[in-house]
């Protein structure tokens, strides 16, 4: 096996940026999820909805919330303030984030594999697996320790003002969000990380077996 070279953490890192990116953009739009907790939640009796027009609210916010949508939000049949709909351009713009940060890291990781491939050098796959694993573990962690103080944290970090504090009065939407269902969405999001860097780790042993033993005396052979 080669070396550890520094360029390695570098590779790592931007890798965890595209893992982290897949992770959130598959979440954001695995919609099935938010429909199981709908009945898992109870969340008809708590937002006094029927589940076919939590539905058509949700699936407006979540149209609205793509990079790929023009015009305003406009919910189906609920009322939205000034702060309300203010809170939800700030998501927008942060998942819109998330879109640019996953196309630009996965253009440049493509690029990486296949120079990589040409190389024979996969040692990468095992550093980047490690690296994009320590975050989603620290922060699995802290989730089941207190998800209430992370949510809290998680909010005041991404948003500097307090318009994503909802009064159900004037942002009835609040009543079909409850905590619980963002639970669920950042345990998603790290399962997703987990198995891309699970995936990283197969890849690199199958790599390495697969090499060591039909081209062990190939010149400039590197795992």
Same mark, same amino acid.
């Given at each position: ?5 520094? @360029?390695?953490?570098?590779? =790592?890192?931007?890798? @965890?940026?595209? $893992? ?9 739009? $695995? *919609? ?15 937002? =006094? ?5 939590? /539905? ?9 919330? +793509?990079?790929?949508? @023009? =015009?305003?939000? +406009? $919910? ?25 940060? =996953? ?37 699995? /962690? ?6 209430? *103080? ?13 318009? %994503?504090?909802?009064?159900?009065? @004037?942002?009835?939407?609040? !009543? ?10 950042? /345990? !998603? ?15 690199? $042993? %199958? ?5 060591? /033993?039909?081209? *062990? ?7």
């Amino acid at each position: 096996m080669k070396r550890f070279k520094f @360029t390695d953490i570098f590779i =790592g890192i931007l890798f @965890t940026l595209l $893992f982290i990116s897949v992770a959130v953009i598959i979440t954001i739009n $695995f *919609r099935p999820l938010y429909y199981m907790d709908i009945n898992y939640l109870n969340i008809e009796a708590s937002s =006094g909805m029927e589940k076919a027009e939590i /539905i058509k609210n949700y699936d407006a916010l979540i149209d609205y919330c +793509s990079p790929f949508f @023009t =015009g305003n939000l +406009s $919910f189906p049949s609920l009322e939205a303030s000034v702060s309300g709909l203010q809170h939800f351009a700030e998501v927008k713009n942060i998942f819109t984030g998330f879109y640019l940060v =996953g196309a630009l890291t996965l253009i440049l990781g493509v690029a990486i594999i296949i120079r990589k491939a040409r190389n024979r050098d996969f040692y990468y796959l095992l550093v980047s697996a490690i690296t994009a694993i320590v975050l989603p573990v620290l922060l699995g /962690i802290y989730i089941a320790v207190d998800f209430d *103080r992370a949510f809290l944290l998680f909010h005041q970090l991404c948003f500097k003002n307090d318009y %994503w504090i909802f009064d159900p009065v @004037t942002d009835p939407v609040i !009543l079909m969000l409850p905590e619980a269902f963002f639970m669920h969405c950042a /345990i !998603l999001i790290i399962s997703i990380v987990l198995l891309l860097c699970t995936a990283f780790v197969g890849i690199f $042993f %199958w790599k390495k077996s697969h090499f060591s /033993i039909k081209n *062990r005396k190939s010149r400039g052979l590197r795992l």
